[in-house]
Structures are given as structure tokens and as C-alpha cells.
């Protein structure tokens, strides 16, 4: 099924210190999984191993599989770049380029895929595509403008719409609404529902009411002890994990009483 | 209020350092000008357009060295820029980790090595080769094209154009490199993310941030090869004619102000050399600019053509 993902036993390191260890996880397609935990504890990791983004940081390594779409993406016959089309991801730092021009950063990976759009075309997915993140009234006037002159949070959605333009099967999204405010945030939540009956999303939060609002399954993360490999503590239907979890780390994070 | 003091006392030695560069050029402009007044009243325009340089009846155009020098330094650039440009993308970009600081400091080392050594090297291995090999095989395949047309002789204004090129490339691509190194590994992933392949990367991220850096770079080069007399004037073949072929012997200016330096101190022939000391500064600044201008331009053109959605102004 396109857009389930399922990790096996993945780890990874930086300059052979172990960041995530052991973690077995499965992410179902069409739903809103979420990752919750502290800070540290290898959220960013886990979801850049998911669409072979850790392989590019100098030193790191990984080790495990990840399965998607019935094939593991470590495989040596599986191209990066391939995957990466596949599996979008929204950064925890919002990263547009800078000098490029708002309708340009969106619609930077439709100019990269092959084949030739309609100038026309392009221009119908970038203004739908800001639209689903919330920007849309905000840049309509200053689509030429350089993506570097909007507002961090601003930032942060325009990132958002360039991952949307793209179309990809399973879109990760690290911290989406950490620089918004709440009506945005609002916003970007009503798209993720919206979309997500066609893409599959894994979304970090430290928002643990965002994680109950939108996400269907959550996955708690934790690093036992300071410099200890973080692993995958618990994880289920998100309702579960908010009222009835089974560990007492995963109870303590949720209701606030951690550490 | 100590802090204060000290903070004025920076402003003041901030600002003496500035203004210590603007009245050295200022200093340096007025005294070119001073000495070269004679030359410059007597021949005014003419000095310029003309092709004589005759010291025993004291007439003298600067034209030929004029040229000689456009067109070696931007030959030199021609081939210089994509070549240096190809170094720092591989060495920033791909070259594997160890090879990495080896291979740059080379390339570092290669900007030290005193002009001189160039030019040895250029007379003895560089022209000859050139006037073996690639010289015929352009006349013969090129040679309708009058630039490529003429005896080849292997010393003239292609040697000194390709001693040149390589001279201003580890310059140029050790500070490209340093540009390229300098884009962040965020902005690289932007690109890696939405499925861009290497050079695709390179393209999209890494040359649109570091081009303020590359922009520099090449002036840095092409100021260098304006100025360079010592290779030059080994390679260049130093006769004062104006020859549409590069394989023809040319001569640089500021070659024949090394040449003929120290035979005069004083009169029309030294008023002359000092005024044409005043034109290299001229063309270093204008060349700088029309650089500046063209990069810019040349930018902003590339953008368009990659086909926008959006016009500049839709409302
Ligand atoms: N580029 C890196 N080089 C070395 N170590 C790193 C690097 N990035 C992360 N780490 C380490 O890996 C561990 C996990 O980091 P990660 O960014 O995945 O945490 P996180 O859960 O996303 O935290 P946060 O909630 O603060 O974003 C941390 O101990 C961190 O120090
Ligand atoms: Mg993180």
C-alpha cells in the first residue's frame, strides 16, 4: 500500500554516537501519526532517516531498514533522490531559499521533476498550494518577492507549500506550527485533514494538543538517560496514548510530570 | 563610560583606516595625473586611437597595448571562470573528505608561486607545446574565423592569455570554494528534499548563495591579470602591432612600461609610460564594472528565462 511505512529495528549516529536506537514503528498510510517526546531524544533523526536525509550529514550512519511502499529505501538499488520525491519533508528550521522568489520556492520541485509543466499549470498548483498552507491572502501581492523577506512564520508555511507542491506520497513535517500563531496553526491543521486522505503525514510536536487534535496514531519517544540513544517508547491510536497509555514514561511526558 | 571611550577610540581608528584608502587612491590618481599632463595635452583623444609609439620624434599612441592587455586578461578569463568554477563545486561540493584539504591547499599554493616562475615555465614548456599542438589544430579547424587565422608562433597573445588563465584560476577558485563552502547545509537540504540530485543542488542552492562571493572572485582574477606584467611580458611576444589574430605576438601596457621604464626619467617619453599607467588604472576600474554589471544582468536574465509563472508585476 502506497504510503504505509514501516521502520525495522532502524538506528542512527553522528560521528559514531548513537542518536536513535532499536526502533520498530509502523505508519499507516492515510492517517496523521505523531511523534511526541523531549527535546533531544531523536524526533528530527528519526524522521530524517524516513526519507534518506541522516545519510547526508558528514559522519552519520545508519542501520536498519525502512519499508515503504513494500520496498526498504536503504536498499543499494533504491535511488536517494527517488525516495526524496516520495517522501517530502518540512524542516524544524524553516529553510526556503532565500533569494529565489515566493512562487518560485513553491514551485521549486515541479521545476526540478522531468517532463514540462504549463507555465499556467504552475502557476494554478503554487497558488493552490499556498492556499492549503495558509499563506496564500498573505503573498498574493508579493509572489515575486524573495522568499527571504517573509516573516518567520511565514517562512515556515511557505516550506510547507513547497513540500505540498511536489505531491508526494507521505509527507514528514518536523515542528510545522512551531513559529505560528494560532490561527495559522489552525489553519495548517484543517489542511492536514484535509489531505490526508490522499498522503500519509508523520508530524513532530512538542503540542501535545495538536498531537491529540490531528493525529490519528502517536509514537512516544525518550532517551532514558542523558547521551543514552533515544528509542521509540510507545506507540498507538492517538486516544490511547492520551488516556491510557501502558508505560509510566509515556503518562509522565503527556501529563507534564516529566523529569 | 570606559566602555564609551574605548568605543570611540575604535570609531576614530575605523574610520582613519577608510579614509587612509581613499586618499592613498586619491593621492595616487593626482600624482598619475600630474606627470602625465604633458602627454596628455599634446595628444589628448589621439593618445588613445593611436598605433605610433616613437620615441626619437616623440609621438605616441597607446592603442596596441590597449588591446593587447583587454584581450589577454579577458581570454585569460574565459578560460579561467569555468574552469575555476568547475575546481570549487568539486572541491566544496564533491570531493570526498580527504581529499578535500590536500587538494585546496594545493590549489592555494599554486596562487603563491611568484609570477616569474610562471613565465619561465611558459616560455619553455607552455609556448612551445602550445605552438605544436593546439595552435595548428585551431588554425586548421578554425581557421576561418580570422581570430584563429595566421602563423602560429607559440609565443604571442594566446600563450600569455593561457599563462595568465592559469595563473588567476587557483585565485578565483580558492575563493569560489570558499563561497560554496560557506552556503549552509540547511539551505543544501532544501533543495536535497524535494528530490534535487547533486548538481541539481548545486544549482538551485549552493550557486544562486555564494554568487556575491563568486562575483568577487573574478574581479579579484581579472584585476590580476590586468596588471600582470612579468608573464605577460615573457609570453606576450612584445611587438606593438594590432593583429585580429591571437596567435600573433601583442604587447601588454603594462609590459612596455616595464621595458622601457628604465631607460628614460624624464620629457614626453615618460609623461607617455605615466599616462599609460593612468589608462590601466582606468580600464582595472571600468572592466571591474561592466563585470559587476554584466553578472548582474546576466543573473536576473537567467531567472527570467527559467519561465516564471508569475509576471514581475501581476497584481
Ligand atoms: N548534526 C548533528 N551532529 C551531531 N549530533 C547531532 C546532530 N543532530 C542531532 N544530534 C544529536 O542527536 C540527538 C537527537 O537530536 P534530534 O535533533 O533528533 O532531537 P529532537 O528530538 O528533534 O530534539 P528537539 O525536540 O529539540 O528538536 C541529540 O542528542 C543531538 O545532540
Ligand atoms: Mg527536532
Known sequence: MAGYIATNNLGASFGGVQAIENITFEIPANKVTAIIGPSGCGKSTFLRCLTRMHELVPGARISGEVVWDGKNIYASEMDATEVRRGIGMVFQKPNPFPLMSVADNVSAGLRLAAGRMSKARIAEIVERSLKLAALWDEVRNKLHKPGGSLSGGQQQRLCIARALAVQPDVILMDEPCSALDPASTQKIEDTIDKLKKSYTFVIVTHNMQQAARVSDFSGFMLSQEMGEPGRMIEYGPTNKIFTTPERKETENYITGRFG | ?315
Do not use: C
Open chain 2, 1 to 315: 563610560m570606559r566602555r564609551r571611550l574605548g568605543d570611540s577610540i575604535f570609531a576614530f581608528v575605523v574610520f582613519l583606516a577608510a579614509f587612509a584608502v581613499i586618499a592613498l587612491m586619491a593621492l595616487m590618481v593626482y600624482e598619475l595625473l600630474r606627470q602625465s599632463l604633458p602627454s596628455i595635452e599634446q595628444f589628448g583623444a589621439r593618445f588613445l586611437i593611436s598605433r605610433e609609439w616613437d620615441p626619437v620624434n616623440n609621438v605616441y599612441g597607446a592603442l596596441p597595448y590597449i588591446y593587447g592587455t583587454i584581450v589577454s586578461s579577458l581570454l585569460a578569463l574565459l578560460m579561467a571562470v569555468p574552469l575555476s568554477l568547475g575546481i570549487a563545486i568539486f572541491l566544496s561540493q564533491f570531493a570526498p573528505r580527504w581529499l578535500r584539504s590536500p587538494l585546496g591547499l594545493l590549489v592555494d599554493l599554486l596562487a603563491a608561486i611568484p609570477s616569474v616562475v610562471y613565465g619561465l615555465w611558459g616560455i619553455f614548456v607552455l609556448a612551445p607545446f602550445l605552438g605544436k599542438t593546439i595552435e595548428p589544430f585551431l588554425a586548421d579547424h578554425l581557421g576561418s574565423i580570422p581570430v584563429f587565422r595566421g602563423p602560429v608562433y607559440g609565443v604571442g597573445l594566446f600563450a600569455a592569455s593561457v599563462v595568465l588563465a592559469i595563473m588567476i584560476t587557483p585565485t578565483i577558485s580558492a575563493i569560489s570554494r570558499e563561497a560554496m563552502l560557506n552556503v549552509s547545509r540547511d539551505q543544501k537540504e532544501a533543495a536535497q528534499a524535494l528530490g534535487a540530485t547533486p548538481w541539481e543542488t548545486v544549482r538551485m542552492s549552493v550557486l544562486p548563495l555564494a554568487r556575491p562571493g563568486i562575483i568577487g572572485a573574478v574581479i579579484l582574477g581579472l584585476g590580476r591579470a590586468l596588471g600582470e606584467t612579468m608573464a605577460v611580458t615573457m609570453l606576450i611576444g612584445n611587438v606593438r602591432q594590432l593583429n585580429a589574430s591571437i596567435f600573433a605576438p601583442a604587447y601588454s601596457i603594462a609590459s612596455v612600461i616595464a621595458n622601457e621604464f628604465a631607460e628614460v626619467t624624464e620629457g614626453p617619453h615618460m609623461a607617455a609610460l605615466v599616462e599609460m599607467a593612468l589608462i590601466l588604472l582606468f580600464i582595472t576600474l571600468l572592466l571591474n564594472l561592466l563585470a559587476r554589471l554584466l553578472v548582474q544582468r546576466t543573473g536576473n536574465r537567467a531567472a527570467r528565462l527559467k519561465g516564471r509563472p508569475f509576471a514581475k508585476n501581476r497584481p
